[in-house]
C-alpha cells in the first residue's frame, strides 16, 4: 500500500532527475527505461508488472521538454480554455511537424507534436466534431525491424 502511494505521488510531481529516477525503479522493483543498465536487465528478464509497464511506459524528460514549452506557449498563444484565445490549425501543424520530424530527426518536432495534440484535445479547436469514442479498430503501429 505504502509503494503503490509513493508511486502515485511521483507520477503526480514527476519532478525526478535521472539517477532519482532509477533509484526509485530500483527501489520499487519497477521497469527502468530501456536505455538505462537496470532496464536492459529488467527487460532480459522479462521482469513485468502493472508498475512496471505505467512507468516504463513514460519518459519524465519528454514530460519536462513537453511542460517548459506549454509554459511557453502560455505566454505566446495563450492559456487553455482562454476564450479570447486565437483559434489554431492544430492538425495540420501536429502533420507539418511529423513530417519535419521524419525528414530530419530532430526530436523537439514531436514535443511539440505532443504538445498541439494536447491543445486540441483540451480546447477542441481544430477539427468540427471532436468526441471521445475508444475503438479497437485494429490499426496499430507498424513494425519496421
Not at 532509477?22 to 508498475?51: D, V, W
Request: glycine content about 8%; proline content about 4%.
Amino acid at each position: 500500500m505504502g509503494e503503490t502511494l509513493q508511486l502515485e505521488e511521483s507520477m503526480k510531481t514527476a519532478h525526478l532527475n535521472d539517477s532519482e529516477y532509477l533509484n526509485f525503479c530500483k527501489e520499487l522493483s519497477i521497469m527502468a527505461p530501456a536505455h538505462t543498465e537496470l532496464g536492459k536487465i529488467q527487460r532480459k528478464e522479462g521482469i513485468r508488472s502493472y508498475n512496471a509497464l505505467r512507468l516504463s511506459q513514460w519518459s519524465p524528460q519528454f514530460e519536462t521538454f513537453m511542460r517548459n514549452r506549454l509554459i511557453m506557449g502560455g505566454l505566446r498563444y495563450g492559456v487553455f480554455g482562454d476564450p479570447k484565445k486565437a483559434t489554431y490549425d492544430n492538425v495540420g501543424s501536429v502533420i507539418r511537424r511529423m513530417r519535419l520530424y521524419k525528414k530530419t530527426g530532430n526530436q523537439e518536432h514531436l514535443v511539440d507534436a505532443a504538445n498541439i495534440c494536447l491543445c486540441e484535445f483540451v480546447d477542441q479547436s481544430g477539427h468540427p466534431d471532436p468526441h471521445w469514442s475508444p475503438t479497437d479498430d485494429g490499426v496499430h503501429v507498424e513494425v519496421i525491424r
